[in-house]
């Protein structure tokens, strides 16, 4: 028998066979029990989470007469459902990244109007539909304005941001979000368990925690792992597959860095170096180590997010007891700074290790004096500052004296105040310059930022400055704000700058 991909094998059949889209899932199924199905859909969302799957069970569970009493389920087993699970004219799909002419979407213009043949409706699943070119999509979107009563469109796209609004006003949106680290570690295990293929609980949770939100790419890995092994599937097994530097090397990186011991950054470097590993890839497996580190430090159930074989966990602990908060954080702003500079450096391996000795060196607070240098040069060279960069200040409005402390901000380059920038708000009271913060900035600006604001408000005007911690609804907590900072890191792509 020929090998089928475990994705492919897996691909759900059923609405309760998706997993992590509960909030899409529940209301499709109301909108079919309750009869109130619309005629256009889009999909959006990263891709393999479960977009495409879950317009074909929606496709069928429109048409399925045995929907209604089966909770809106199509139920697979009557003539209809055996007729769209093969080949059939009902449901058709399109890749619009192959067929965005505007011939095309003329096209189903055309054959959208004859009736369906098995059932009540006729589904269109349009994929990548950002793809379609301007033509298309207004041949399309008079389509959408005027459907036949039995035509259904659902349109999948991994970027909305790049569909026209009229074409997204007619359409019931829903966001199909990154999955879980727990709910994928699960999924992969329930795959395991029908392989009936042994496995320890810390290899689901590795291949979880690489496929990063999609089922898709987790469940290719989980394919890779399955085939490269007989007998238990174990951590280390899925690291070799992954060709993640093994985690007892980057531990003792990371305690070398983090504990400054210099000759043990550059022998350790060199050591992993030699084993062929990738310069960027030491880079982007220290930050996510540094971010396990974070997580024990800050997190009550980090044992239990991390769900790391007990030996690996304890080292961290271990590694945890000797740094302190705002060094973490600079060392991942730090590695993550890096990484566009690695892409484009002549000599990768230099500026990784200047950088580790970098972190290794510093508390993580901030600077004062150099910090001071920073702000006198600003202040001498205004010529130096680009139009762009000048700023405007009215001394007797708060507000606008905060917008300058912004701007200074900026230009120093400093992201992780301008990240909770949100949770600050200030006013004149007074002779007093009052910044009411929420928790986490309070914490924040005490940790390491007075120093700093205070010089750059007293830049533009003379007052008192006074700090308020207001608790506000939903004004996020220190714990919280480093868990989702450590979270939201991401290492790949992107801007490169945790915010
Ligand atoms: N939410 C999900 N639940 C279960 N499996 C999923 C889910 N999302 C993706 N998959 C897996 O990934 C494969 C591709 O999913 P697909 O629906 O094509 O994703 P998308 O269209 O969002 O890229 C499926 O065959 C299935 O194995
Ligand atoms: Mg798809
Ligand atoms: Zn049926």
Same mark, same amino acid.
Not at 54 to 62: G, L, N, P, Y
Not at 384 to 396: Q, R
């Given at each position: 028998?020929?090998?089928?991909?475990?994705?492919?094998?897996?691909?759900?059949?059923?609405?309760?066979?998706?997993?992590?889209?509960?909030?899409?899932?529940?209301?499709?199924?109301?909108?079919?029990?309750?009869?109130?199905?619309?005629?256009?859909?889009?999909?959006?969302?990263?891709?393999?989470?479960?977009?495409?799957?879950?317009?074909?069970?929606?496709?069928?569970?429109?048409?399925?007469?045995?929907?209604?009493?089966?909770?809106?389920?199509?139920?697979?087993?009557?003539?209809?459902?055996?007729?769209?699970?093969?080949?059939?004219?009902?449901?058709?799909?399109?890749?619009?990244?192959?067929?965005?002419?505007?011939?095309?979407?003329?096209?189903?213009?055309?054959?959208?109007?004859?009736?369906?043949?098995?059932?009540?409706?006729?589904?269109?699943?349009?994929?990548?539909?950002?793809?379609?070119?301007?033509?298309?999509?207004?041949?399309?979107?008079?389509?959408?304005?005027?459907?036949?009563?039995?035509?259904?469109?659902?349109?999948?796209?991994?970027?909305?941001?790049?569909?026209?609004?009229?074409?997204?006003?007619?359409?019931?949106?829903?966001?199909?979000?990154?999955?879980?680290?727990?709910?994928?570690?699960?999924?992969?295990?329930?795959?395991?368990?029908?392989?009936?293929?042994?496995?320890?609980?810390?290899?689901?949770?590795?291949?979880?925690?690489?496929?990063?939100?999609?089922?898709?790419?987790?469940?290719?890995?989980?394919?890779?792992?399955?085939?490269?092994?007989?007998?238990?599937?174990?951590?280390?097994?899925?690291?070799?597959?992954?060709?993640?530097?093994?985690?007892?090397?980057?531990?003792?990186?990371?305690?070398? =860095?983090?504990?400054?011991?210099?000759?043990?950054?550059?022998?350790?470097?060199?050591?992993?170096?030699?084993?062929?590993?990738?310069?960027?890839?030491?880079?982007?497996?220290?930050?996510?180590? =540094?971010?396990?580190?974070?997580?024990?430090?800050?997190?009550?159930?980090?044992?239990?997010?991390?769900?790391?074989?007990?030996?690996?966990?304890?080292?961290?602990?271990?590694?945890?007891?000797?740094?302190?908060?705002?060094?973490?954080?600079?060392? =991942?702003?730090?590695?993550?700074?890096?990484?566009?500079?690695?892409?484009?450096?002549?000599?990768?391996?230099?500026?990784?290790?200047?950088?580790?000795?970098?972190?290794?060196?510093?508390?993580?607070?901030?600077?004062?004096?150099?910090?001071?240098?920073?702000?006198?040069?600003?202040?001498?060279?205004?010529?130096?500052?680009?139009?762009?960069?000048?700023?405007?200040?009215?001394?007797?409005?708060?507000?606008?004296?905060?917008?300058?402390?912004?701007?200074?901000?900026?230009?120093?380059?400093?992201?992780?105040?301008?990240?909770?920038?949100?949770?600050?708000?200030?006013?004149?009271?007074?002779?007093?310059?009052?910044?009411?913060?929420?928790?986490?900035?309070?914490?924040?600006?005490?940790?390491?930022?007075?120093?700093?604001?205070?010089?750059?408000?007293?830049?533009?005007?003379?007052?008192?400055?006074?700090?308020?911690?207001?608790?506000?609804?939903?004004?996020?907590?220190?714990?919280?704000?480093?868990?989702?900072?450590?979270?939201?890191?991401?290492?790949?792509?992107?801007?490169?700058?945790?915010?």
């Amino acid at each position: 028998m020929s090998y089928v991909a475990l994705y492919r094998k897996y691909r759900p059949q059923t609405f309760d066979d998706v997993i992590g889209q509960d909030h899409i899932i529940n209301t499709l199924k109301n909108q079919i029990v309750g009869n109130k199905v619309s005629h256009a859909y889009l999909f959006t969302g990263t891709r393999g989470t479960g977009k495409t799957s879950t317009a074909k069970i929606f496709a069928r569970a429109v048409n399925c007469p045995h929907a209604v009493e089966n909770n809106g389920s199509p139920c697979g087993k009557c003539p209809t459902c055996q007729q769209l699970l093969g080949a059939n004219m009902d449901v058709i799909e399109m890749d619009a990244a192959s067929n965005n002419g505007v011939d095309y979407a003329r096209d189903i213009r055309e054959k959208v109007q004859y009736p369906p043949v098995a059932g009540p409706y006729k589904v269109y699943i349009i994929d990548e539909v950002h793809m379609l070119s301007v033509g298309a999509f207004n041949a399309l979107l008079k389509t959408l304005e005027e459907p036949p009563k039995h035509a259904l469109f659902v349109l999948c796209t991994t970027e909305v941001h790049k569909i026209p609004a009229t074409i997204l006003s007619r359409c019931m949106r829903f966001d199909f979000r990154l999955v879980p680290t727990a709910t994928l570690a699960n999924h992969v295990a329930s795959i395991f368990d029908k392989e009936n293929k042994p496995y320890t609980k810390e290899a689901t949770y590795a291949i979880a925690q690489a496929g990063e939100g999609s089922v898709r790419d987790c469940v290719s890995i989980a394919d890779r792992c399955y085939s490269c092994t007989t007998g238990t599937l174990t951590y280390d097994d899925v690291m070799a597959v992954l060709g993640v530097s093994s985690k007892n090397s980057i531990a003792k990186l990371c305690k070398a =860095i983090l504990t400054n011991n210099t000759s043990d950054i550059l022998t350790e470097t060199d050591t992993l170096v030699k084993e062929g590993k990738d310069v960027a890839r030491l880079s982007k497996d220290l930050s996510l180590y =540094i971010k396990d580190l974070l997580t024990v430090k800050v997190c009550k159930n980090a044992n239990e997010m991390l769900s790391l074989p007990d030996d690996a966990y304890f080292q961290l602990v271990e590694l945890a007891k000797q740094v302190q908060v705002p060094k973490l954080l600079f060392a =991942i702003d730090t590695l993550v700074g890096l990484e566009n500079g690695l892409r484009y450096a002549l000599s990768p391996l230099m500026l990784f290790e200047s950088a580790a000795l970098k972190i290794g060196a510093s508390t993580g607070e901030v600077d004062v004096e150099g910090l001071d240098r920073r702000i006198t040069r600003l202040e001498q060279q205004p010529q130096n500052l680009t139009a762009e960069s000048m700023v405007v200040v009215d001394k007797t409005n708060a507000q606008s004296v905060w917008r300058g402390v912004k701007v200074k901000l900026e230009q120093l380059g400093d992201p992780l105040l301008l990240g909770i920038w949100k949770d600050i708000s200030v006013r004149f009271e007074g002779g007093n310059f009052v910044v009411n913060c929420g928790k986490g900035a309070h914490t924040l600006i005490e940790l390491q930022y007075k120093m700093q604001l205070n010089k750059l408000i007293k830049m533009f005007c003379d007052k008192t400055i006074e700090y308020q911690l207001v608790e506000k609804e939903n004004s996020g907590d220190l714990d919280r704000r480093l868990q989702s900072l450590a979270s939201t890191v991401k290492f790949e792509g992107g801007t490169g700058k945790p915010v």
